[in-house]
């Protein structure tokens, strides 16, 4: 016959059962959730440029969500670095280097091209793209020339990314080398009195085509592309 078991001793046993499984099932997820906010992370690098023409939401909604696992790892860096848990702080170390690293390495080149390519691939084919664009045509040294805004798109309450089309190029060049029939022809548009006096607001994208980012409150509210 089996001994008789002290039943203070099985209800103290479940008890530390119960208490320990919330603990084990916690373990167990935080080391799968590791991985799948190093994932977000490196998904954020590569998807965000790419989605930020044909589904600005999503690219948007990618954004906030590195922010957030990034900030779910520092959490868990802190947690293990208070606990003196050598081995998973390595872990964590390794991790938030690979997702942080494009702050200390330089990735701007290839971020920018392929932000690019998300564009080409957002006004393909460009001969139905362009009607959709508000041109202005003029002379300049005798020669033709086409300059417009595409579209606006805002990122935020305080700045607008602006698709401008220029065929002089001069968007991407320093005030003092654009000429006083490109300046008159850009009167026309809201962010003009920004683009006289400054330099570095247009990014070439591909072709004729550039972004120009400006403060919403350095608009002078005039033009044709409010």
């Known amino acids: 016959m089996a001994p008789d078991l002290d039943a203070s001793s099985l209800l103290s046993k479940s008890d530390g059962d119960a208490t320990q499984a919330p603990s084990a099932l916690w373990h167990r997820w935080k080391g799968a959730l590791k991985y799948i906010a190093l994932s977000v992370a490196l998904l954020f690098w590569i998807a965000a440029p790419l989605l930020s023409f044909s589904h600005p939401s999503l690219a948007s909604l990618i954004v906030d969500s590195y922010f957030i696992c990034v900030f779910f790892l520092v959490l868990l860096f802190v947690g293990a670095a208070f606990h003196r848990r050598a081995r998973e702080l390595a872990v964590l170390s390794v991790i938030l280097a690979i997702a942080g690293f494009p702050y200390y390495v330089n990735l701007d080149p290839l971020l920018k091209r392929l932000y690019a390519v998300a564009f080409r691939m957002h006004v393909s084919p460009v001969v139905e793209y362009l009607p959709r664009c508000r041109l202005y045509q003029f002379t300049e040294k005798g020669v033709g020339r086409t300059v417009g805004v595409c579209e606006r798109r805002g990122s935020n309450g305080d700045y607008s990314q602006t698709i401008a089309y220029d065929t002089t190029g001069e968007l991407a060049l320093p005030p003092s080398q654009r000429t006083p029939e490109w300046r008159e022809a850009m009167r026309r548009f809201s962010f003009a009195r920004v683009l006289m006096k400054t330099e570095g ?18 608009e002078d509210g005039a033009g044709d592309d409010d």
């Open 201 to 218: 607001r247009a990014d070439h994208l591909f072709g004729n085509f550039y972004e120009v980012i400006t403060a919403i409150a350095d």
